[in-house]
């Protein structure tokens, strides 16, 4: 006989094993209180020295100029534009996670959110260098800003999607940052109150704000978790959008598409779920989370990945369907130069094609969604393709313009065009290093309170209500009223 | 700043603080404040407190971030420095829309995590006194306040016939102040005279 308790046969639980509130607490403050491992030792020490590299690669550029660089005489956005639209894309599967599926009010959301979140924050962080320092004269940058000047005032071009840009990445970082520390309060709370040495307890003082963990702050804390997902929720959208706009309001064949915005939000959710993945399946191994970011989990953001790695392929398609049926000669060049084997760069694309589009489909099987192995193995192979699609947009779209005398030059990075990208490599790894040792990486607050419904042990008590059946139930209550 | 006496108990199910918040409040206990260690849906109506109207707040900082986009661009492109760019016009609305939703999305952040930070008093180095080390792990805080009229041993037994597990009386500072977690609190130690009853 039915329960009246209805939960779909397919739902696993997201807490594995025994836990009570204080295990979880355990589980999750372990890795913070205890001495860094080897491990950790070493991946931080390397990540420092790429950061290291980047820092002298930048210095390079800052010092003379841009052609430290290979851009050339048409190719003016090369691996720094390319870049700084991978990592910017990277960053949308956090905000996904945290706020639109906080309002799908999808749960296994608990257990990856938080370092999702951080790892939204660390890649906007890398995303923004890239166009800053392409300005060349990087002491200059200030000027982006509508500020009263003395030059007029002159003020920047509202209407330019290039500063559409500036206000969309600078108001991407700052709600993700305010989101994502306003949810790490409680859990800063909790590691101040367990905290034995005097130092620890000091320092996740400042951190926590004094949160005490009152219902009336709880009530307003819930509030504003809800508002601000649902702030980043359009955000998100809009972020990719105006990147997309960067590229769609020129007039350059091959970028000049409407199909841009929603194929760059499609790809951006589709590079960062692989991100996400490559780092939670070494996170949860080093640090032992395992019966918080579970199979299911990982099978979940498979799930993504094959869906919004298919609807980047129906968007390729596309794409070179309209350059042929358009009748569009510019267009269609724009588009011979990418699927063309035989151009210098037609093996960038079937790169791109085989490593997004067929690669991903592999996930429609069950087996291998639920293989760790595989899932990291494909998850760098999401994120070399989705590099290689931005390549591809910039540069198979500029290399040939107008003028066939400027054809000849073949675009490949200098060595510090490729150590400033390695060195936003080392920025980022860095900084999770740094989160994942400080900060607790799994909401452990969020995690309690879906504890009593969706933890292993719990799943099976029910109140006396939901015990009752569906049968007894509609007999005692049918004709109340 | 005002010294407080108040009586603690604590639960360690929240299928029992539900009930025993409903008992006390009907009792005439005054209850300081339940804390807990994850947010407890439909506590905050059992304990009779009104809803937040942090959203009214969100909503306002938001439509000022429109207006102060849409104000300052159109103000820049018609008043102060009508350039002409490429023969476009000087109010481009759809040209406008991303830096409006940018500032309204900005704003509303922004403004209300401030103001959120404001009325729940958090800031770093703000100390605050808790009441029991667990409130932030596993136990489920209710704390009485005395009044003039509390009978303290009447009250801990009340708190223990509704199921607390661990009751004591606490002096405490009831407000925030500036202070360190790895000090202990001098504040109160001088304070003793002032409360309220004892």
């Not at chain 1, 306003?182 to 320092?203: H, I």
């Not at chain 1, 313009?401 to 060195?423: H, K, L, Q, R």
């Not at chain 2, 792990?137 to 041993?153: A, G, P, R, W």
């Amino acid at each position: 006989m039915a329960s009246l308790r209805y939960e779909s046969q397919v739902r696993q639980p997201l807490v594995v094993g025994e836990k009570t509130y204080h295990q979880v607490t355990e589980d999750i403050v372990r890795p913070i209180e205890a001495k860094p491992s080897k491990l950790w030792k070493i991946g931080f020490t390397v990540s420092v020295m790429f950061l290291l590299f980047g820092v002298y690669s930048v210095y390079r550029e800052v010092v003379y100029g841009i052609g430290e660089w290979n851009l050339n005489k048409t190719i003016g956005w090369g691996w720094d534009i390319t870049n700084f639209v991978w990592w910017v894309g990277i960053g949308h599967a956090g905000t996904l996670i945290s706020a639109i599926l906080l309002l799908f009010r999808q749960g296994w959301r608990t257990g990856v959110n938080r370092a999702a979140e951080a790892m939204t924050i660390f890649a906007v962080m890398c995303a923004g260098q890239f166009p800053i320092f392409h300005m060349g004269r990087v002491w200059m940058a200030f000027f982006v800003l509508p500020y009263p000047n003395s030059r007029g005032p002159l003020w920047v071009n509202f209407s330019s999607p290039l500063l559409w840009d500036v206000f969309a990445i600078s108001t991407y970082f700052t709600v993700s940052l305010l989101f994502w520390y306003s949810g790490l309060l409680p859990d800063l709370a909790t590691v101040r109150d367990r905290a034995k040495e005097k130092w620890r307890k000091r320092m996740y003082g400042v951190l926590a704000f004094g949160w005490s963990g009152s219902t009336k702050h709880w009530q307003r804390h819930e509030a504003l978790s809800l508002v601000l997902a649902g702030l980043s929720t359009p955000l998100v959208l809009s972020v990719h959008t105006i990147v997309s706009f960067d590229f769609a309001t020129s007039v350059i064949p091959g970028w000049h598409t409407t199909i841009f915005p929603p194929y760059f939000v499609a790809g951006a959710i589709f590079s960062g779920f692989a991100m996400v993945q490559t780092l939670l399946i070494i996170t949860r191994k080093v640090l032992d989370l395992e019966d918080y970011i579970t199979m299911e989990h990982i099978e979940v953001m498979n799930k993504v990945i094959v869906l919004t790695g298919s609807i980047v392929g129906i968007a390729y398609i596309t794409e070179l369907f309209i350059s042929w049926y358009g009748q569009n000669p510019y267009e269609a060049a724009a588009f011979r130069n990418r699927w063309d084997l035989s151009t210098p760069y037609g093996w960038a694309y079937w790169l791109m094609m085989s490593c997004n589009v067929i690669a991903p489909q592999f996930f429609w099987f069950r087996k291998l969604r639920r293989n760790l192995l595989f899932t990291f193995f494909m998850s760098i192979i999401v994120n070399v393709g989705m590099w290689f699609e931005r390549f591809v947009i910039i540069v198979t779209s500029i290399y040939r313009d107008y003028v066939p005398s400027s054809w000849s030059t073949y675009y490949a990075p200098t060595v510090w065009e490729v150590g400033f990208y390695m060195g936003t490599f080392g920025l980022f790894f860095t900084c999770f290093f740094l989160f994942s040792k400080f900060f607790p990486v799994i909401a452990i607050a969020e995690i309690k309170h879906i504890l009593k419904k969706n933890g292993e042990s719990f799943k099976e008590n029910m109140d006396e209500e939901e015990k009752d059946t569906v049968e007894h139930f509609a007999h005692e209550h049918a004709h109340a009223h | 700043m005002a010294i407080k006496k108040f009586v603690v108990g604590s639960f360690d199910d929240e299928k029992v603080l539900f009930p025993a918040v409903k008992k006390v409040r009907k009792a005439g206990y005054k209850i300081h404040d339940v804390y807990t260690p994850f947010p407890i849906h439909g506590l905050d109506a059992v304990m009779g407190l009104r809803d937040t109207s942090l959203h009214t707040a969100g909503f306002i900082y938001g439509i000022t971030g429109t207006t102060t986009a849409l104000t300052f661009m159109s103000w820049v492109f018609n008043k102060d420095w009508p350039l002409n760019i490429g023969g476009k016009p000087h109010f481009p609305l759809p040209a406008f829309i991303p830096i409006t939703f940018e500032l309204t999305v900005l704003f509303s952040a922004v403004g209300m995590v401030l103001t959120f930070c404001y009325i729940c008093q958090l800031a770093p180095f703000v100390k605050k006194h808790h009441f029991h080390a667990r409130a932030t792990d596993d136990l489920f805080i209710m704390v009485l306040e005395c009044t003039s009229k509390t009978n303290e041993e009447e009250a801990k037994n009340f708190l223990a016939a509704a199921g607390a597990k661990e009751i004591n009386v606490q002096v405490a500072e009831a407000d925030w102040w500036l202070g360190r977690y790895d000090k202990e609190d001098e504040l109160y130690a001088k304070g003793t005279t002032e409360v309220a009853h004892s």
